[in-house]
């Protein structure tokens, strides 16, 4: 078992920047990928951010040279740092985490973090 907590959502203006946080602790042998999801009042899920164990990044078109993605292995963690902030990154965020134990993968999510931006 996995656990996920997240820290630094709030409330922010338009055009300010706020840092998410994410710890994971518990049984694994490797955490392949770190990501932070989003989902938007009335909007399913969705990928914002990734990062390989390798630190290889992948980006959802609408947060590029906005948000910044980075993990630390030595201490499972992983921060999204997101810059010019708009009224549509309003959601609440979900920190995930794909890790491996005896063999198989395993899909963690954290418990959300709402992220409001006001104009």
């Known amino acids: 078992q996995v656990q996920l907590v997240e820290s630094g959502g709030g409330l922010v203006q338009a055009g300010g920047s706020l840092r998410l946080s994410c710890a994971a602790s518990?049984?694994?042998?490797?955490?392949?990928?770190m990501g932070w999801y989003r989902q938007r009042p009335g909007k399913q899920r969705e990928l914002v951010a990734s990062?390989?164990?390798?630190?290889?990044?992948n980006y959802a078109d609408s947060v590029k040279g906005r948000f910044t993605i980075s993990r630390d292995n030595a201490k499972n963690t992983v921060l999204l740092l997101m810059n010019s902030l708009n009224s549509e990154d309003t959601a609440v965020y979900f920190c995930?985490?794909?890790?491996?134990?005896?063999?198989?993968?395993?899909?963690?999510w954290g418990q959300g973090t709402q992220v409001t931006v006001s104009s």
């Open positions: 995930n985490a794909v890790t491996s134990y005896r063999g198989a993968t395993w899909n963690y």
């Open positions: 518990g049984i694994f042998s490797s955490i392949n990928n």
């Open positions: 990062v390989t164990i390798t630190g290889t990044t």
